[in-house]
Nanobody, 115 residues
Framework: VQLVESGGGLVQSGGSLRVSCAAS????????MTWYRQAPGEERDLVAA????????YYADSVKGRFTISRDNSKNTVYLEMNSLKPEDTAVYYC?????????WGQGTQVTVSS
């Protein structure tokens, strides 16, 4: 199982960014996927989750209405579109897949929002 995040960067407050997670080593279309984030000195928090298709999604209250999670099963990729970014969204963003009782993580991608 391999998860590789990309698309992070530096953006001004109010801006937008899309991060991606390319998955391999398992049947991507058979599993839900989740985005987490971890700010310095903080715990890793769940941001958004998606079921087997775009029809079933979940968002943390802090990002609801600003972030959109989606997936492209033909590309084995899950996305997190982030709009109206705030400085408090600054964190390393990780994608996660939970399979067979184990959690799999990517290396993370840094998102920094300047005020």
């Amino acid at each position: 199982v391999q998860l590789v995040e990309s698309g992070g960067g530096l953006v001004q407050s109010g801006g937008s960014l899309r991060v991606s997670c390319a998955a391999s080593g398992f049947t991507f279309s058979h599993y839900g996927m989740t985005w987490y984030r971890q700010a310095p000195g903080e715990e890793r928090d769940l941001v958004a989750a998606i079921g087997l298709s775009d029809e079933l999604t979940y968002y943390a209250d802090s990002v609801k209405g600003r972030f959109t999670i989606s997936r492209d099963n033909s590309k084995n990729t899950v996305y997190l579109e982030m709009n109206s970014l705030k400085p408090e969204d600054t964190a390393v963003y990780y994608c996660n897949s939970h399979m067979g009782g184990s959690d799999y993580w990517g290396q993370g991608t840094q998102v920094t929002v300047s005020s």
